[in-house]
T-cell receptor, first 116, second 114 residues
């Protein structure tokens, strides 16, 4: 079964600083990988996704992520954080789950606080 | 239309009530999902519908009953819930069951069971 680990529960950065959120996955084959962002009380917004091809993926709001097969990682980065980026960030893996079914499994999330 | 619409946004119900959550999408997506999210936790999958047929039930208690009347609509019928069922219920859809093009989430229904 697939799993996702986000090692950092809470990260605080200053506005304008760079950001990297870590994500490690466990799955026997190449999974579909996603990063979602969730503001308090809201649904989830897709930032970017990886399926195959170029391992550096560009997303919305200036985010990018790099897939590293050797490290089973899919870390999210942003060169300069804005106060509006404060939110919960979830890494997720989409993979086959029995027969022809597919499931999206989330990591526990990383809460990002941005200091002015 | 690129949205998943969930109604109501907030719901308070007693433990003996029967209520329903509604989810609608008009993107032509053929897979739809219900997730449950407790405070400060990740979303947990409850049900998956693929081409209007239930394909995954994650051992959800029978007090939650999903229904997919057509390809655009997904309901979650609630009956005899417990206070611990209070959570944010998220609906999502994807173009196909693999989620190759990503999953689109609604903004959720905040459910409180009293």
């Amino acid at each position: 079964a697939q799993s996702v680990t986000q090692p950092d529960i809470h990260i605080t950065v200053s506005e304008g600083a760079s950001l990297e959120l870590r994500c490690n996955y466990s799955y026997g084959a190449t999974p579909y990988l996603f990063w979602y962002v969730q503001s308090p009380g809201q649904g989830l917004q897709l930032l970017l996704k990886y399926f195959s091809g170029d391992t550096l993926v560009q997303g919305i709001k200036g985010f990018e992520a790099e897939f590293k097969r050797s490290q089973s990682s899919f870390n999210l980065r942003k060169p300069s954080v804005h106060w509006s980026d404060a939110a919960e960030y979830f890494c997720a893996v989409g993979a086959r789950s029995g027969g022809s079914n597919y499931k999206l499994t989330f990591g526990k999330g990383t809460l990002l606080t941005v200091n002015p | 239309d690129t949205e998943v619409t969930q109604t109501p946004k907030h719901l308070v119900m007693g433990m003996t009530n029967k209520k329903s959550l509604k989810c609608e999408q008009h993107m032509g997506h053929r897979a739809m999902y219900w997730y449950k999210q407790k405070a400060k936790k990740p979303p947990e999958l409850m049900f998956v519908y693929s081409y209007e047929k239930l394909s995954i039930n994650e051992s959800v208690p029978s007090r939650f009953s999903p229904e997919c009347p057509n390809s655009s609509l997904l309901n979650l019928h609630l009956h005899a819930l417990q206070p611990e069922d209070s959570a944010l219920y998220l609906c999502a859809s994807s173009q196909d069951r693999q989620g190759y093009y990503g999953y689109t989430f609604g903004s959720g229904t905040r459910l409180t069971v009293v």
